[in-house]
């Protein structure tokens, strides 16, 4: 699976959905919308939300230059924009920097844009991270780079009435940063952005198999963190509101 042409986004629309990307600079989202929600207008109305949160977040980077750079929690003043102060309730739950959770809060922060409009299902992906509202549930495979358990399991989940985030940290695939050496950790939670610091936090911990229950001790105790899955090598360690199923 090649990661960096992001090849597998060519089987994650549900049947039923209509998707497009949208892009803008580094941001670089795949949409799936319900067929009955999908009008023409809706890849250009992502693309412009994308321009309007990235704005935002780049105007907010140039007065506080180490809410990009510091990998510990962060203070920000009440009136930094709403995405930036989210990702920063976030990342400090997980003890990490605000940039851990900056995917997981494009998928969301647009996902819930697009509910406001002609949408009813979604489902957002940014590079592995995932937001999604839908009305039956859902397989989400698991990707573990060489791990033998890469995509042969996937979590089905649930319908949530006001959605689910489901995302995902690596320290052998992909280019994020990551201090551990874990094949996957995944987080689920009602909030896509805890999900991804948290999933940044989990896979830090993580250096051999040995790492995979105190890994997932970490992540079960954060409120709003629902499920949690962690990979590496031949092991896996799996706690909460998530059923594995075969690819």
């Not at 280019?175 to 936090?201: E, Y």
């Amino acid at each position: 699976m090649n990661h960096s042409r992001r090849t597998y986004r060519q089987s994650m629309q549900p049947p039923g959905f209509v998707g497009f990307t949208a892009k803008y600079k580094e941001t670089d989202l795949y949409v799936a919308v319900g067929e009955a929600g999908f009008t023409e207008k809706l890849p250009g109305f992502t693309e412009n939300r994308i321009l309007f949160y990235r704005t935002q977040l780049e105007n907010y980077l140039a007065q506080d230059p180490v809410f990009r750079t510091t990998l510990e929690p962060h203070l920000l003043p009440l009136n930094a924009p709403p995405m930036a102060l989210a990702m920063t309730k976030a990342a400090n739950m997980a003890g990490v920097g605000p940039m851990a959770a900056v995917a997981g809060a494009f998928a969301q922060f647009i996902g819930r844009d697009l509910l406001a409009t002609t949408v009813k299902e979604i489902v957002v992906e940014n590079g592995g991270d995932i937001f999604f509202q839908v009305q039956e549930k859902i397989k989400i495979a698991v990707y573990a780079g060489a791990s033998p358990l890469s995509n042969r399991i996937a979590l089905e989940l649930e319908p949530q009435p006001h959605g689910l985030g489901v995302c995902t940290s690596s320290g052998t695939v992909g280019h994020s940063l990551s201090f551990g050496r874990a094949d996957a950790a995944v987080i689920v939670s009602p909030s896509a952005i805890l999900a991804d610091a948290v999933a940044t936090a989990t896979a830090n911990r993580i250096q051999t198999p040995k790492d995979l229950q105190q890994a997932l001790d970490f992540a079960r105790q954060i409120p709003g963190v629902t499920g949690v899955l962690v990979i590496k090598d031949d092991k896996i360690a799996a706690w909460g509101q998530l059923k594995l199923v075969p690819l």
